[in-house]
């Protein structure tokens, strides 16, 4: 079956650092991969996605590049801010394969001033 | 646009009551999900429907479980009776699309469910 594999948090950044949350995945066909970007008290929300190898999603300061021959799709930010401070999800969608979208646990930001 | 609605917020009540959540998907969203989130065990999916019917409701934790979709534009899940351990962050998602989607998941602000 499908899975997505982040790392563990919490990441503690000072403001202005760069950030980087790795995902791996492994599914039976070709995907769609996305960040969701959870902020205390509210739901998941998209924040960036890529639907074939090589895409490059941007959103928000935010980037993430389709890497077929590695299986990954990790998530950076040149200079992350205190207002980024959020858990993180990694999650996957399989054309023609299951209904249902596959998460990864979430990372938890916490970026300092 | 409107976004996915829950009601409500915020939910707090004693063990053995009924407890009854409610979801309005985003119009023309044909697939509709449960979540349920805590702490110890993350985002867990507790149902899924498509065009109304359910379709994988093997997240059910068990039968004091209960889904429905009498229509495309509302939806509950429903514990009766309540144990403190159903105590979560209960979500509801949309997506415009059923089998072999592209499409991301639209998410609501969920329902924050204490029992005491």
């Known amino acids: 079956g499908n899975s997505v594999t982040q790392m563990e948090g919490p990441v503690t950044l000072s403001e202005e650092a760069f950030l980087t949350i790795n995902c791996t995945y492994t599914a039976t066909g070709y995907p769609s991969l996305f960040w969701y970007v959870q902020y205390p008290g509210e739901g998941l929300q998209l924040l960036l996605k890529a639907t074939k190898a090589d895409d490059k999603g941007s959103n928000k300061g935010f980037e993430a590049t389709y890497r077929k021959e590695t299986t990954s799709f990790h998530l950076e930010k040149g200079s992350v801010q205190v207002s980024d401070s959020a858990v993180y999800f990694c999650?996957?969608?399989?054309?023609?394969?299951?209904?249902?979208?596959?998460f990864g646990r979430g990372t938890s930001l916490i970026v300092h001033p | 646009d409107a976004g996915v609605i829950q009601s409500p917020r915020h939910e707090v009540t004693e063990m053995g009551q009924e407890v009854t959540l409610r979801c309005k998907p985003i119009s023309g969203h044909n697939s509709l999900f449960w979540y349920r989130q805590t702490m110890m065990r993350g985002l867990e999916l507790l149902i899924y429907?498509?065009?109304?019917?359910?379709?994988?409701d093997s997240g059910m934790p068990e039968d004091r479980f209960s889904a429905k979709m009498p229509n495309a534009s509302f939806s509950t899940l429903k514990i009766q009776p309540s144990e403190p351990r159903d105590s979560a962050v209960y979500f509801c998602?949309?997506?415009?699309?059923?089998?072999?989607?592209?499409?991301?998941?639209?998410f609501g602000d969920g329902t924050r469910l204490s029992i005491l």
């Open positions: 429907f498509n065009n109304n019917v359910p379709i994988d």
């Open positions: 999650a996957l969608s399989e054309p023609g394969g299951s209904y249902i979208p596959t």
């Open positions: 998602a949309s997506s415009p699309a059923g089998k072999g989607t592209r499409e991301p998941q639209h």
